[in-house]
């Protein structure tokens, strides 16, 4: 696709309900990268795929979030037992292999926790 | 621990007024900055890519400067619009190998008044 599409544009879980995000990258693009913004601050990082392979999951808040991209192409971050505060935007972005290249960033994922 | 640090978190100009946006950070060994909009719910729209060996950037009404060596890059807008107004955040990436999350400050919310 011409960008970087993110489903669903909002989700509203109720405290303990699982959710599954996905994100589909512009085509050919070998990074994929999650991050989390909460109100009123910038992203943060949550995790990293090179083609299907999550390099870096350092940032992942607990072991309630999971992250995968099978065949190297569309991502789906899940979050088990959802927690009110997980309630943030989710943004998915991918890039060029390179260092030198830009981040291209989807719509996000606001997701709300009751 | 890469920090980064966007001065004044919150600017208001009339229209037609040039301005400056800051953007500061710890660790000077990255390879590229990024100037990102936001606009209210929703995603990122890359502005301009500094490479680390570049000093500037230019698009339209924009320029971004960065000096690496003490850790700073200002977004320069001129003529401001009240098209303009929207969240501006600043994001350097990890020169760690294998890594290219980026580390985003906290933005700076531009109101250009009409």
Redesign the interface.
Known sequence: GAG?S?SPRYKVAKRGQDVALRCDPISGHV?L?W?QQAL??????LT?F?NEAQ??KS?LPSDRFFAERPEGSVSTLKIQRTQQEDSAVY?C?S?TRT??????????T?LTVV | KQEVTQIPAALSVPEGENLVLNCSFTDSAIYNLQWFRQDPGKGLTSLLLIQSSQREQTSGRLNASLDKSSGRSTLYIAASQPGDSATYLCAVDGAGAGSYQLTFGKGTKLSVIP
Do not use: H, K
């Not at chain 1, 009123?40 to 990082?45: K, S, V």
């Not at chain 1, 260092?99 to 996000?108: D, I, V």
């Open positions: 970087v993110q990074s990268f991050y009123g601050q910038g992203p943060e990082f990293y090179q390099l870096d940032g943004l972005a890039s260092a030198n290249t830009e981040a291209f960033f989807g719509q996000g606001r």
